[in-house]
């Protein structure tokens, strides 16, 4: 039994280190997607230099760091609902995490896709675009992590205006640090 429990902590230890490594990642890769992007208005020379180093960067954080630690966060994760699925999937607030982090995971994938297109050059999105987009993981964050810790005890009326509210929040702020850094 004990064994069992024990095994159980580490397996839930490991999920937790990798959720936080993933997101670091996905945190870390908006911000390079944001430096590179205002690297653009450098003079050319710098540009070109700024450019190779940031698509360096990207890549090797995405694959060394990003994506393993999500497939990592996933396996740990099944695994845990494996040794304990009665209970894990008996849960409604285990339904709505898993929601949210398969939102979590086309989030990873249509981030890839913005650093397949910034390493062709193709660079669609603002810097303000891009730190909205940076609060969205923000979000997923937020709502996975109080579902988790809060499980069924949350008034979901409340969780849904503090979920709009730190959204909300967020948006204000990336707008007040653009007039601010434009001033």
Known sequence: MYFCSMSFDVIKSLHIIFVVCWFAGLFYMVR???YHTEAQ??????????????????????????????????L?????????ADYYLSQ?????????????VVYHFFTQRIMFRLQRYEFQWSSTRLRLWNELATLFLVVIVFLVVLKSTLN?????????????????AVKIYKR????
Do not use: C, D
């Not at 979901?156 to 204000?172: E, K, S």
């Open 32 to 34: 390079l997607f944001i």
């Open 41 to 74: 208005a450098a003079e050319k020379t710098r540009k070109a230099i700024l450019s190779e180093q940031f698509m360096v960067m990207e890549k090797k954080l995405w694959w060394v760091i990003t994506t393993p630690s999500m497939v990592l966060t996933i």
């Open 76 to 84: 740990f994760g099944t695994w845990m609902i494996f040794l304990n």
């Open 92 to 104: 409604p607030w285990m339904h709505l995490k898993l929601l949210f982090v398969l939102f979590l």
């Open 156 to 172: 979901w009326i409340y969780g849904t205006i503090g979920f709009f509210a730190v959204g909300l929040g967020l948006m204000v």
């Open 180 to 183: 601010f850094r434009s001033n």
